[in-house]
């Protein structure tokens, strides 16, 4: 696998909405598109890395979530999610966006699944159960003292909803303390509807924004028609590559201008009016272009809550604010969101895998302190505040 950026951001999007066309997806976009942009700006920390997340997943999750909570957490959410006013209408939002995902071109699979696993002993209310069944996801008890075997039983559970290609999402020490799971899985195979030649498939260097070249790729290429065209507010040129016989679905490879850092573009696609995703297609019918596409591979885990909490949603996951009442009577808070994704790339279409698992724990209801990182201390006459000697506590051992 190359460990270069990839300089075009690429993202599965749906092409049109198959039945209801009255219902409005830009909740779901602008959130993905925040989503994206906090991702990459909180990944940028850790160096160059190629990544990609399914903001669907962790919206489906978050909006049931929603359901179950109450005061600054619910507004807090309702506002990032953008979710609509009526919790009924967001229920209908959720079951348009399954509806998209069921197709019946033989030359693509898709599915999306989710369960929520609650410990045994935990007692999830029944409006929340109600709220999880409109929401498509089933229910399992299960013990939680044996993490191992929890982390078994997850596994298995993502490794066949994504038809094998995420086989460790999670292990053992992670889910320490946790009292309720809840699992997402998305799964797209398709082939292009004009696929590449793979004899055409050339090694050829591939390059930064300032021209300097960051390595090699296996270069594909095909002369095909697609619409291309150019997006002066993102700064980017935009093709669009149709999957399967009837188009339903496409990938968009957004291509920054000379000179405009991806940052940017990245920055603009989370505030910029979501025009741009039909605007740069032309009326007639599209051109026959060269297109020189990198064979590529993407795998990435990404631990989403910073990334979330720079999106404005911080509630939901302080172990102290954090208000669910509508889950269970015990007082949860989120403490794990890790998603996984795997995508490729191929002559003959894309397989994209995405995993989310979040999970939640007991808030601690009085405060904590836990002197278990690097610390100051100091000895003090108490009456005069005089210091009598001060030190650090960094380099632990058992003594
Ligand atoms: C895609 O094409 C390959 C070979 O051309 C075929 O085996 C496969 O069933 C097709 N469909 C999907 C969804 O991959
Ligand atoms: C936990 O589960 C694993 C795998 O199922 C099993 O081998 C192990 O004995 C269990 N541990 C305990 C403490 O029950």
Same mark, same amino acid.
């Given at each position: 696998?190359?460990?270069?950026?990839?300089?075009?951001?690429?993202?599965?999007?749906?092409?049109?909405?198959?039945?209801?066309?009255?219902?409005?997806?830009?909740?779901? !976009?602008?959130?993905? #598109?925040?989503?994206?942009? /906090?991702? @990459?700006?909180?990944?940028?920390?850790? =160096? %160059?890395?190629?990544? $990609?997340?399914?903001?669907?997943?962790?919206?489906?999750?978050?909006?049931?979530?929603?359901?179950?909570?109450?005061?600054?957490?619910?507004?807090?959410?309702?506002?990032?999610?953008?979710?609509?006013?009526?919790?009924?209408?967001?229920?209908?939002?959720?079951?348009?966006?399954?509806?998209?995902?069921?197709?019946?071109?033989?030359?693509?699979?898709?599915?999306?699944?989710?369960?929520?696993?609650?410990?045994?002993?935990?007692?999830?209310?029944?409006?929340?159960?109600?709220?999880?069944?409109?929401?498509?996801?089933?229910?399992?008890?299960?013990?939680?003292? !044996?993490?191992?075997? #929890?982390?078994?039983?997850? /596994?298995? @559970?993502?490794?066949?909803?994504?038809? =094998? %290609?995420?086989?460790? $999402?999670?292990?053992?020490?992670?889910?320490?303390?946790?009292?309720?799971?809840?699992?997402?899985?998305?799964?797209?195979?398709?082939?292009?509807?004009?696929?590449?030649?793979?004899?055409?498939?050339?090694?050829?260097?591939?390059?930064?924004?300032?021209?300097?070249?960051?390595?090699?790729?296996?270069?594909?290429?095909?002369?095909?028609?697609?619409?291309?065209?150019?997006?002066?507010?993102?700064?980017?040129?935009?093709?669009?590559?149709?999957?399967?016989?009837?188009?339903?679905?496409?990938?968009?490879?957004?291509?920054?201008?000379?000179?405009?850092?991806?940052?940017?573009?990245?920055?603009?696609?989370?505030?910029?009016?979501?025009?741009?995703?039909?605007?740069?297609? %032309?009326?007639?019918?599209?051109?026959?272009?060269?297109?020189?596409?990198?064979?590529?591979?993407?795998?990435?885990?990404?631990?989403?809550?910073?990334?979330?909490?720079?999106?404005?949603?911080?509630?939901?996951?302080?172990?102290?604010?954090?208000?669910?009442?509508?889950?269970?009577?015990?007082?949860?808070?989120?403490?794990?969101?890790?998603?996984?994704?795997?995508?490729?790339?191929?002559?003959?279409?894309?397989?994209?895998?995405?995993?989310?698992?979040?999970?939640?724990?007991?808030?601690?209801?009085?405060?904590?302190?836990?002197?278990?990182?690097?610390?100051?201390?100091?000895?003090?006459?108490?009456?005069?505040?005089?210091?009598?000697?001060?030190?650090?506590?960094?380099?632990?051992?058992?003594?």
């Amino acid at each position: 696998m190359w460990k270069v950026i990839a300089a075009a951001c690429v993202s599965l999007v749906l092409t049109a909405p198959l039945d209801d066309t009255r219902i409005d997806y830009t909740p779901i !976009n602008q959130f993905a #598109l925040r989503l994206l942009d /906090n991702t @990459y700006a909180y990944q940028e920390n850790f =160096g %160059r890395q190629n990544f $990609a997340v399914s903001p669907l997943s962790v919206w489906s999750i978050f909006s049931l979530l929603a359901e179950g909570s109450a005061g600054d957490t619910f507004h807090e959410l309702m506002k990032e999610l953008q979710l609509p006013r009526d919790l009924s209408e967001t229920q209908g939002l959720h079951l348009a966006a399954e509806g998209i995902l069921r197709s019946t071109d033989p030359d693509l699979i898709v599915h999306k699944q989710s369960a929520m696993f609650p410990e045994c002993s935990l007692e999830i209310h029944q409006e929340f159960c109600q709220a999880a069944n409109m929401y498509r996801t089933d229910i399992y008890s299960v013990d939680t003292s !044996n993490t191992t075997k #929890l982390a078994d039983d997850i /596994n298995y @559970y993502i490794c066949v909803a994504t038809e =094998g %290609r995420i086989r460790n $999402a999670v292990k053992a020490d992670i889910l320490q303390d946790l009292k309720l799971l809840i699992v997402d899985a998305l799964f797209f195979k398709a082939n292009w509807t004009h696929p590449f030649d793979p004899t055409e498939t050339k090694e050829d260097e591939f390059y930064n924004q300032q021209g300097k070249s960051l390595g090699r790729v296996n270069m594909m290429y095909h002369k095909a028609a697609h619409n291309v065209g150019d997006s002066n507010v993102l700064g980017a040129q935009i093709l669009e590559m149709a999957y399967g016989k009837n188009e339903e679905f496409s990938m968009l490879i957004l291509l920054p201008f000379e000179g405009m850092p991806l940052k940017r573009l990245l920055n603009n696609l989370a505030i910029a009016p979501l025009d741009w995703i039909s605007d740069f297609k %032309r009326d007639d019918k599209p051109p026959e272009i060269d297109v020189f596409i990198p064979r590529f591979k993407v795998s990435s885990q990404i631990d989403l809550i910073p990334p979330l909490q720079y999106t404005g949603i911080r509630n939901i996951f302080d172990s102290e604010k954090a208000q669910l009442p509508g889950i269970s009577d015990s007082p949860l808070f989120v403490s794990k969101t890790i998603q996984n994704v795997e995508i490729e790339v191929t002559e003959e279409g894309t397989v994209a895998a995405a995993a989310t698992i979040v999970g939640l724990e007991n808030r601690f209801l009085s405060r904590r302190f836990e002197a278990n990182k690097e610390f100051v201390f100091m000895i003090t006459h108490r009456k005069s505040n005089v210091i009598l000697f001060a030190g650090v506590y960094s380099d632990p051992s058992v003594e």
